[in-house]
T-cell receptor, first 116, second 116 residues
Framework: AQTVTQSQPEMSVQEAETVTLSCTYD???????LFWYKQPPSRQMILVIR??????QNATENRFSVNFQKAAKSFSLKISDSQLGDAAMYFC?????????????FGKGTHLIIQP | SAVISQKPSRDICQRGTSLTIQCQVD?????MFWYRQQPGQSLTLIAT?????????ESGFVIDKFPISRPNLTFSTLTVSNMSPEDSSIYLCSVTLGATSTDTQYFGPGTRLTVL
């Protein structure tokens, strides 16, 4: 079974600074997808960014980018120019690419605090 | 993306009773999933709701406790049966929009359940 580990229960960053959230995963599959979701206090799960394992290029979405190291099974999220609205729980998630009806496996989450 | 709604948004129930949670999507979707998020925890997949057939449950979850229906491509229900305080959680519906099962999952707003 796949596992996802987020080793930082909480991170704090000054507004406008850059912060990196860590995620590692364990799998024996070669085809899979990785995601970062954000959950603000409203509890709505919001997709931040997605990475396909077969792509070597790191995904980027505006201020959000990932550092995907497939051999090391690492998938970190970098948030540049942090804003107060970025404060939330961030969950790293894994999904098998085998074509079956697989749900997501989530890490325990990192609580991101933005200091004004 | 699709608009996903859940009813009720929150409820307080007595132990031993059952609650049915509805998930409605404004367009036809490929896959529908149900997740549980216990207080202060990450999300755990309960089951995949299959249209026209029985749901596929993850290890640790059984149909007698969490019966699921999916009568069409836009609607699903999850029932939490014979509730106990340990069932107090946020229950989230998730869908994939694309033609393949590996497309990104989007989440509903969740149902916050408290069992007394």
């Amino acid at each position: 079974a796949q596992t996802v580990t987020q080793s930082q229960p909480e991170m704090s960053v000054q507004e406008a600074e850059t912060v990196t959230l860590s995620c590692t995963y364990d799998t024996s599959e070669s085809d899979y997808y990785l995601f970062w979701y954000k959950q603000p206090p409203s509890r709505q799960m919001i997709l931040v960014i997605r990475q396909e394992a077969y792509k070597q290029q790191n995904a980027t979405e505006n201020r959000f980018s990932v550092n995907f190291q497939k051999a090391a099974k690492s998938f970190s999220l970098k948030i540049s120019d942090s804003q107060l609205g970025d404060a939330a729980m961030y969950f790293c998630a894994y999904r098998s690419g085998g074509g079956g009806a697989d749900g997501l496996t989530f890490g325990k989450g990192t609580h991101l605090i933005i200091q004004p | 993306s699709a608009v996903i709604s859940q009813k009720p948004s929150r409820d307080i129930c007595q132990r031993g009773t059952s609650l049915t949670i509805q998930c409605q999507v404004d367009s036809q979707v490929t896959m529908m999933f149900w997740y549980r998020q216990q207080p202060g925890q990450s999300l755990t997949l309960i089951a995949t709701a299959n249209q026209g057939s029985e749901a596929t449950y993850e290890s640790g979850f059984v149909i007698d406790k969490f019966p699921i229906s999916r009568p069409n491509l836009t609607f699903s229900t999850l029932t939490v049966s014979n509730m106990s305080p340990e069932d107090s959680s946020i229950y989230l519906c998730s869908v994939t929009l694309g033609a393949t099962s590996t497309d990104t999952q989007y989440f509903g707003p969740g149902t916050r359940l408290t069992v007394l």
